[in-house]
């Protein structure tokens, strides 16, 4: 079947997320999706299917199937925008977390996602004993997000992995305000439990970030810096409980891979 390779939030390859497509004529077990994911052994690998008009999507990493992923989302728009649907602008795709769609805006695109819901939570000393830096404030959503007011602290965390793993939330998300007016807000987010040390960009993790940046700033459109090794870049919007998450895609590699 048809596999690419697409680094995502970026428009160079080497840098943002990279993200395995596997684009299918059919549905593949679950168990067979999930071994491809660990061969790959990327962040996430993503499965789609034409089903009508939209497309089927589900994503995997490595530690199993994951409900929401924004950057191979994203990877997997461009590889349909680009090779199978070159003359549409818009894509829905039907996943676990209801219909998403995707509209192409020139060599951008702005994907539509759920916002989660976030709740004020303690913050704790296994918490900073795990990150190795004290939070001014945590949040509870899908994943954890723990709040710093330097920007130079998130850059430079070096988490206990293990001890990650045994806090709440299945992603740990840590974000503090941007340096300068250019960029809103940084992040990281490192994600053991799902056997990625650190997720390079996280698209659902701004579905995390940013709600809470919008209303901590008072501000509706965000452009938000992943500072991981790699580093990437979100355009972002609030659209009532929507968070739209636009950026750029680079193609890495194309080709064939042999399964039974």
């Not at 924004?70 to 997997?76: N, R, S, V």
């Not at 190795?132 to 949040?139: D, F, L, V, W």
Request: glycine share 8%; charged share 25%; aromatic share 10%.
């Amino acid at each position: 079947m048809k596999q690419y390779v697409v680094d995502a939030f970026t428009d160079k390859v080497f840098h943002g997320n990279p993200a395995a497509v596997c684009v299918l004529e059919k549905r593949l077990p679950d168990e067979l999706m999930l071994s491809i994911a660990r061969e790959n052994n990327l962040s996430e690998t993503a499965f789609t299917v034409k089903a009508g008009e939209k497309y089927a999507l589900r994503w995997f990493t490595p530690g199993g199937e994951i409900d929401l992923c924004g950057h191979a989302t994203l990877g997997t728009a461009y590889v349909l925008f680009n090779f199978y649907e070159q003359d549409r602008k818009r894509i829905t795709f039907s996943t676990m977390s209801g219909d998403l769609t995707v509209v192409r805006r020139e060599d951008f695109y702005e994907m539509n996602f759920p916002a989660y819901d976030l709740k004020p939570v303690p913050v704790t000393k296994e918490m900073v004993e795990a990150i190795g830096a004290a939070p001014r404030a945590a949040c509870m959503g899908r994943d954890l997000l723990c709040v710093f007011d330097d920007p130079s602290v998130v850059e430079q965390l070096a988490p206990d992995l293990e001890r990650l793993k045994a806090l709440d939330g299945l992603l740990l998300h840590a974000t503090a305000p941007g340096r300068d007016s250019q960029i809103d807000c940084v992040s990281r987010s490192f994600a053991p439990k799902l056997g990625i040390p650190e997720d390079p960009v996280c698209g659902s993790g701004h579905c995390h970030i940013i709600p809470y940046w919008a209303k901590e700033l008072g501000k509706n459109a965000l452009t938000a810096y992943q500072a991981s090794p790699r580093g990437g870049t979100l355009y972002c919007r609030m659209e009532g409980k929507r968070v739209l998450l636009a950026g750029k895609a680079a193609l890495y590699s194309c080709g064939e891979i042999f399964v039974d």
